[in-house]
């Protein structure tokens, strides 16, 4: 019924990778903003491991492991993952 031009297509696909990027980093902002409240120790470990995190699913899972984790070994442990 709506056929997009494509240029509109370019567009959209534009916008959509605008709103994940906003999407990651703001996730990478609370993952960072939670370690920094629960474990201020790892702060600089978490932003150097965070800020290479691309994946929106990695970054969310991250957030709930770092909001109920116990400890920082815990902390140490997730960071160690491999990213993909």
Do not use: C
Request: avoid cysteine; glycine fraction near 4%.
């Amino acid at each position: 019924m709506f056929d997009n031009s494509p240029e509109q297509d370019f567009y959209l696909e534009e916008l959509d990778a605008l709103v994940t990027e906003g999407e990651i980093q703001a996730w990478q902002t609370v993952a960072m903003e939670l370690v920094a409240v629960r474990f201020p120790a790892l702060v600089g470990l978490v932003a150097q491991r965070v800020e290479k995190i691309g994946n929106l699913f990695l970054l969310q899972k991250l957030v709930q492991q770092i909001s109920i984790a116990p400890n920082e070994l815990m902390i140490r442990w997730l960071l160690d993952m491999p990213e993909d």
